[in-house]
């Protein structure tokens, strides 16, 4: 499956990528909230890095790097989630997602699954080795494959309809 996908590279100095960065950071404001309903459905669904996925690939990185970094600091500012203590963790895996989306964006040129299954295997594999270096767990560094992969699922298929929709020819 793959689609021909119009992408954009939004620079610091246009508007539109601050427009497009607040329109994402409200989609992780909300999403997370959401999932957080269901019982540990933030840790299974992973729901702070699906709309910077979305940003990255479709607007390039300066917009997915926005979205990555305000995300996270803006839930944890007013509902206290993620904790303090993951704050840099989930900064560190939203960075590399952004880079990694942003980079297959520009490389390919089209969203396929394979290139964004690329992307979520990036940013968690070394994601979880800055995990792992920064607690010191195996365990705390394996969370999100073994109670993260639905939410893993979610970024793949979802975000490959998201983009699909979004995509103009």
């Not at 540990?40 to 709309?51: E, T």
């Not at 880079?99 to 490389?107: T, V």
């Not at 992307?119 to 109670?147: C, H, K, N, P, W």
């Amino acid at each position: 499956m793959e689609s021909t996908i119009k992408l954009y590279s939004l620079k610091a100095i246009d508007v539109k990528s601050y427009v497009f960065a607040s329109l994402f950071v409200a989609g992780n404001i909300i999403l997370p909230q959401l999932c957080h309903l269901l019982p540990s459905g933030g840790q299974m669904l992973l729901p702070i890095y699906f709309f910077t996925l979305i940003a990255a690939y479709k607007y390039g990185f300066f917009t997915g790097l926005l979205t990555a970094v305000a995300s996270p600091i803006i839930n944890h500012l007013l509902f206290g989630m993620p904790a303090v203590e993951m704050l840099p963790i989930i900064l560190i895996k939203s960075g590399l997602l952004a880079f990694a989306a942003s980079y297959m964006a520009q490389r390919t040129k089209e969203i396929k699954l394979q290139s964004l299954l690329l992307v979520i295997l990036f940013y968690q594999g070394v994601g979880m080795i800055a995990e792992l270096l920064i607690t010191g767990s195996f365990v705390a560094a394996m969370q999100d494959i073994r109670i993260g992969f639905p939410g893993m699922l979610l970024q793949l298929l979802g975000g490959f309809l998201l983009l699909k929709a979004i995509s103009k020819k």
